[in-house]
């Protein structure tokens, strides 16, 4: 019997002779395959600028340094996300508020986060699981109705001169919601392609944003290059044209700028994102329909306002205990299919832990974690293969969930 891995990256010959391509270039590291990457990015998501990055951590953290965010300054997330969502604003120096997300949602319970927003909150990182969107019209409702509390401490924060939003759309390349990318919707959007994600790079990531009244793209741009290049006024490729070696560091900056081996990956895999996002469409539908009489919610990935990325296939059983879904995730393993859970909220990891928070204090968060099982989500599946996965997830529920 073939094992069922979760997530293994969906690699052609295309892709493996555009990486070659690169290594015989004798440009390897950021150069113009990156650049390139960076304009077909911004055209696809229909936005001005984007800036391709080592990791979506490392643009989420760039976005905050950028705005100016730094100590005394609040950013608020949500208590059920991965670490690589809050431990960002730990980086800069700001201090992280955890909201509660809703109850049988991943989304955060939006009347909470507008209590939780103070006179020191400076952004707020809405997380977009599994690439469903979030609620972008109420957020900006509660950002607009505690404006009058917002301090800015920066020329660009002045520009926005209220909490600005940077969505963690780390699985959402190609959510869309009406129509428009999460990137034309939340003042900044950050992607990653790592290599379990719908499209990758290997390692990597993005940040995108679109035009900024009374702010130049270019500046910002500019600002981004700088933090991630060690405060260097230019980058290796701008260094190497004839006569331009001249530069300056003018902040002890960090390195976490993209390769152009990982840019020519990432090119090809945005030619075949189209047709891989359709087989993610299918594979979803048809794992909804094979579950129907099961009790298990499966996460929505599409309604009549926006299209999922369908970047995980989440689903809750219901009545399930922690004891119970460990039993089921064992027994899908045995039955040569990987399964995972997403997340453990923040607050019961040992490091959030330490920091004071407390998991009572977001019960929601606990309840959404406690029989969730995401099942295998990718487009090396086989038809039987899927058929495969519902079957025996079927079975495995009845077996154990009947004791």
């Known amino acids: 019997m073939n094992k069922i891995p979760f997530s293994p990256p969906d690699i052609t010959e295309k892709e493996i002779e555009a990486v070659s391509e690169a290594l015989r270039s004798g440009w390897i590291t950021t150069g113009p395959k990156t650049k390139e990457f960076e304009r077909q990015l911004a055209e696809y998501l229909d936005v001005s600028r984007v800036v391709c990055l080592n990791s979506a951590t490392a643009a989420l953290e760039l976005g905050l340094r950028v705005l100016g965010v730094g100590p005394g300054d609040e950013v608020i997330v949500p208590a059920y996300t991965y670490t690589a969502s809050c431990s960002v604003i730990e980086h800069v120096g700001a201090t992280p508020v955890l909201v509660d997300i809703q ?17 020191k909150t400076k952004v707020i990182i809405p997380v977009e699981i599994a690439g469903v969107p979030c609620d972008y019209e109420t957020i900006y409702a509660a950002v607009e109705a505690k404006k009058d509390l917002f301090k800015a401490s920066t020329d660009l924060q002045k520009a926005f001169n209220r909490i600005v939003v940077i969505s963690d759309s780390a699985h959402a390349m190609g959510t869309v919601k009406n129509g428009q990318s999460t990137a034309k919707i939340a003042d900044f959007a950050s992607y990653s392609f790592h290599a379990v994600k719908n499209l990758t790079t290997a390692e990597g990531g993005c940040i995108a944003w679109d035009t900024i009244p009374g702010v130049s793209d270019d500046e910002i741009y500019k600002q981004f290059q700088i933090f991630s290049l060690h405060g260097q006024t230019k980058d290796a490729l701008a260094k190497m044209k004839p006569g331009s070696w001249e530069y300056d560091i003018i902040i002890p900056g960090y390195k976490c700028n993209m ?97 004071g928070f407390e998991i009572k204090d977001y019960p929601n968060a606990y309840h959404y974690y406690q029989n969730e099982v995401t099942l295998p989500l990718h487009t090396l599946l086989s038809d039987d293969d899927v058929e495969r996965i519902i079957a025996t997830y079927k079975q495995v529920i009845s077996d154990v969930m009947s004791r």
Do not use: W
């Not at 991943?106 to 507008?114: G, I, S």
């Open 103 to 119: 109850k049988n949602h991943f989304e955060m319970d939006y009347t909470k986060l507008q209590e939780a927003i103070t006179e």
């Open 259 to 355: 390769t152009d081996i990982m840019a020519a990956i990432g090119l090809v895999q945005l030619e075949r994102y189209p047709d891989l996002l359709a087989r993610r469409r299918q594979i979803v539908r048809r794992v909804v329909e094979g579950l129907q009489d099961v009790p298990v919610r499966i996460l929505s990935h599409e309604a009549s306002d926006y299209q999922s990325s369908r970047h995980l296939l989440i689903t809750h059983i219901e009545g399930a205990s922690l004891e119970q879904r460990a039993e089921i995730i064992e027994k899908m393993a045995e039955a040569g299919i990987a399964c995972n859970v997403h997340y453990k909220p923040l607050p019961l990891l040992t490091a959030y832990h330490h920091m």
